[in-house]
């Protein structure tokens, strides 16, 4: 596939394909943002996505007045295991998705290279290129949502493994008598760490007659209650972050002694609960810095950075994504030219307080 490039041609932009919705990013070769844009996922099909998405970087590139020529590359970050070097997404649960090769589909409909990442990858890209406020070369970006997962920059680089699943910290068993997980183990830290582990939790609280305040929160409880009720002191909803925050606490001991990073940043929904959701966990690690002099020296807590809610780490991530311009095997004889795109990162203000 040959793709023409010219000087006027610095356009990038990122697209976040969730299950539900899909945001977009449209950024010039500074990185200042032109235009975003957020729209429902069609998951009738794979047919009816692609066309969603291709909906959505038309509508976005339309509202910035910019023609789909002008773009350099698109980024997509995409829930479900992909190969980044082919574009194919193996398996995406969310969209109802097996070996679609979106990468090769969309470049070719749309006549722009289109580059495709795991969403929390890109979103580690997104947090290392553009909020990165230590220039840490060895960095874990830590989604805490629906599932938890992270992602890993090594040296400056982005680290897969050998099947795409490096940082899928999710489904490391914590506890051998634990709840059945969804990939068919038990106890893995999703299931006592996740959003939907902690709101079953309070579920099986309320139900066996806790009292919570959390029995008088109309419609179905959820992670975001919990941390609300554990923030004004109720004591069930403080077992239940502190069961959470502990867990993962561990395993952010278990990610530094892996591999020595230098800067851990916490995002996702759950993440987004702040010091309710924070503070279990700075505790755990006081506890284990309290015992071993090693967990002492290893366990800062000035490596862990809440990321801002403002700062939306799927579009930059997939900006970052399109920028990095892997080769694709379609392109691999005519890789784009968008090395020489120099970015700054976002100005601060853009990106709310720091945490
Ligand atoms: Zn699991």
């Known amino acids: 596939m040959q793709f023409e490039h010219s000087a006027t041609q610095r356009w990038i ?20 943002v032109h235009s975003t844009l957020t729209l429902p996922t069609d998951i009738s099909s794979p047919q009816a996505t692609l066309d969603s998405i291709e909906n959505a970087i038309h509508q976005t590139l339309r509202s910035a007045g910019v023609p ?24 995406a649960v969310n969209l109802r998705w097996h070996d679609v090769a979106a990468g090769e589909l969309l470049s070719t409909r749309l006549g722009v290279p289109c ?15 553009f909020y990165n406020r ?3 070369h060895n960095l874990a ?4 949502g629906t599932g938890i997962a992270a992602g890993l920059i090594i040296e400056g680089e982005l680290y897969r493994g050998s099947h795409n699943m490096a940082g899928e910290i999710g489904h490391i068993q914590v506890d ?9 183990g038990r106890g893995c830290l999703e299931t006592l760490a996740a959003g939907p582990a902690i709101a079953r939790m ?43 925050g502990t867990q993962l606490a561990r395993a952010l001991h ?4 892996a591999y020595d990073v230098e800067c851990i940043v916490l995002g996702g929904g759950v993440a987004h609960a702040g010091a309710a959701f924070l503070q279990p966990v700075l505790d755990e690690w006081q506890a284990r810095r309290d015992e071993s002099p090693l967990a002492q020296m290893m366990l800062k807590t000035d490596l862990l950075h809440l990321l801002p809610t403002t700062f939306h780490a799927g579009v930059w991530g997939a900006v970052a994504v399109a920028t990095n311009g892997l080769p694709a095997i379609s392109f691999k004889h005519h890789a784009p030219s968008i090395a020489n795109v120099a970015f700054v990162p976002p100005i601060a203000s853009e990106l709310g307080a720091a945490s």
């Not at 932009?13 to 200042?32: E, F, S, W």
């Open 13 to 32: 932009l990122g697209v976040d394909i969730g299950g539900t919705k899909i945001a977009t990013l449209l950024v010039d070769a500074n990185a200042a």
């Open 68 to 91: 789909l020529g002008s773009l350099s590359a698109i980024g997509l970050g995409i829930p479900g295991q992909v190969d980044s070097r082919t574009g194919v997404v193996k398996h």
């Open 115 to 129: 580059f495709l990442e795991n969403d929390v990858r890109a979103a580690t890209l997104g947090v290392y290129r």
């Open 134 to 136: 230590q220039s840490a």
């Open 141 to 144: 970006y830590v989604s805490i």
């Open 176 to 184: 051998v008598h634990g709840p059945r997980c969804a990939c068919g």
């Open 202 to 244: 309070a579920r099986e609280r309320v139900a066996a007659g806790a009292g919570t305040s959390l029995s008088s929160v109309a419609g179905p409880l959820t992670a975001r209650d919990v941390y609300a009720a554990a923030a004004q002191g109720d004591e069930t909803a403080r077992s239940i972050t502190g069961i959470a």
């Open 254 to 257: 278990m990610l530094i002694m």
